[in-house]
């Protein structure tokens, strides 16, 4: 006998429709939730691809699975890296696997990462603090047993990103990373401990011993002096430069290997299906035997059985908690980090840079990525949205960041900024553990002792594997196989592949070096489907946007490979909206003609699909600030140039204190000669009367004090560009 608990909150289901971006499926979440009418919701059909690959179902077939009345032995909700690696590691133990993602594959926090399968350097450096604090005298026990459990995860780490080099080659490949110091004592000292003060001196020998946590299989770390630098590094600033320390790290492609993992689980006998949302639990008495799950592309709602659940959820575990247990304690914080990515210019092809001392202590990646520079923070504690929606804030921070190691006639500009999106790191705790019992500082498995569900939170994307191989443990003796599975595209790939490629389908050079990284030995069937493209050379492989090495072939497959919507298509199957979102948007038509072919769209479905794809993509950052609701304390140099430019009247590329005077009448807030005086010394720190561009760029991103920066910085927070500028303070403000 089953019965059924649901959540039915406004407050849960507006968090949840953040994700749906198709108006289509909206209206059928409403339609669903909270409309009492009894009318079927639309139906979108069509929206399947019947076409299988080599080895793996369709979509079609996967639902045709979901909806039987098969019991499988588990169901695991949540496609991301968590849950698609447990539905792998289960399916390839001989289990019978069901897993259901609500959106697209990876489309919430596993496309959003800094893209390294990283070793954790900063978790070494903070477990090394915290070993030499006070609390080694007044706690030993506990305080060596903390160090101890964080450094055995960096170890795990270490072992993890070695295994996924090795085995994953056609998706990772080592980054050189580089760590600039322009003095041998900081202070004040990073990762909160006195002795970092020495970091820059420690530094070669930190990294040594970091390279002997994975017994050397990476490239060995290695120290330029400045000239060496120069050459390597150029945009780096070499004004100041002491010496270079640079470490190796992995990096991949987040979204695909997201998915190439799902369909590994697929290939594997797994049921697993994107657009399936999980809505209801079923019980069996107390215990949980399955969920009522709905097809968010076609609005069918069926049931899917299972003797064990296991919630995937990253930072919306909790949500999905309370499916189960509508009083569930929470479990999981989220941490937003965001990222923006500006031309590839600004950083070597071939090497990335790490500042370790931020002005807010964060760590902040500036790497090399599909051609692109991008940069990107670790994170700050918030909760989970699901919007990609970058906040102007953040942007501005990463950009002022960023200047400070670039080279002076390098500064990044705000233009320069052709996509920002942020995520949410799930950071768990255990309901459930006993007290006393110890806290984790990875990932968190934990089974309610009453329904059975288990959830598995926290961890990294680099201990995706491991994460599956505990949470499946906990189900089956069965021994795990997964490190010695290839995952899709890995069988039959050699790094001679671009040659080949580009020699029998006479691609261009770039497009077969992204296809070989991307698909693996799976690039020939992308190329089978490529059309020519009528020019001498590349003789095959239509572009979808000018400048980047994706084709056309690729949106017909990635629909072979269960992309539902355009902006999958865009935003993970290729990652064009994480590097351009202007271009991602001019490629909205022709991505969906070519998917409405395929998946046989009506013109109605085409244009609900453009329009919800244009909608989304907007949420990604550009060129074009949103500074709606962002303080521009942190304003970025392009800001600073032409506010300084507006208040230097005489253009004279000084301020003097007449100007600023007048600024400030003109703001709306008139000085005394006192308050001035003070303003205005407060700028000119070199007393010579006159305030440098560099003087009021320092002023500026000084802290608020209640005078006139404090008063400057809120005018500004409301101007777009510098005509509104000039507009603020009722009327002719600024000149
Ligand atoms: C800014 C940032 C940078 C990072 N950088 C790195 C890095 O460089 N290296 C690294 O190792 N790690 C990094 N991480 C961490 C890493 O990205 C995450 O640990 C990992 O992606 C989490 O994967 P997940 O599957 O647990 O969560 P998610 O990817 O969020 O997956 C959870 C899935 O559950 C689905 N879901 C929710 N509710 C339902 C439902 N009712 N039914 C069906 N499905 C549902 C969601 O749609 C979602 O896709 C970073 C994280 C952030 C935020």
Redesign the pocket.
Known sequence: MFQRSRIVGRAIVTA?MQ?LRCPVQISLLFDRRLSTSASPPPSYPGSNSTVPLKGIPSRFEQLQRLKSDDTYDVLI?????????AALDAASRGLKVAC???????????????????AGIRYLATSAAGLLSKNLFLKPAETIKDFWGEFMMVVG?HRERRYMLEKQEHLTKWIPIAIPFDKYIVWPPPFGHPLFALFPLLAPFVLKFYDSLSQFSCPPSYVMGPQQAKEKFPQLSHRKLKFVSVFYEAQHN?ART?LAIALSAAEHGAAISNY????EMLFDGKKACG?K?LDNMSGDEFDIRAKKVI???????D??RK?EDAEAKPAVQ??????VVLPGYYCPSDMGLLDYNTSDGRFL?FLPWQGHTLV????KKCD?E?SASAPEDEVQWILNECGKYLSKDLRVRRSDVLSAW?????LAADPHAPPGAPVSRDHVISENPESGVIF?????????RE?AEDVVNRITDKPCRTTEIKLLGGDGYNKNMPIRLTQKHGMGVDVAAHLSNTYGARAWDVCDLSRPTGLNWPKFGVPVSSQYPYIEAEVVYACREYACTVEDVLSRRTRLAFLNSEAAKDAIPRVAEIMAEELGWSEDIKASQMESAYEYISTYGGPVPDKAGASLRSATFRDIIEIFNAIDEDGSGFLDRTEVEHAATKLGFPMSAEELNAAFDEMDTSHDGRVSLEEFEAWWNGADDGGLREKMHNEFSFAKDIDDLKKVGGGAMLG
């Open positions: 949840e994700v909700i949540g496609g991301g890296a968590t849950g698609s690696g259901i993602e609500r959106g697209d594959f990876a489309s919430e926090t596993s496309s959003r990462s800094t893209k390294l399968i990283w780490c987040d997201n399936v949302e999980a809505t969920v799950a919630f995937a959820g990253g930072p919306y575990t949500l999905m499916m989220g941490a937003s980090g965001s990222h990646f990107g923070t670790t994170d989970a699901t942020r995520g949410w790191r799930p598995i939170a926290g961890g990294k994307w680099t201990t995706w994460m």
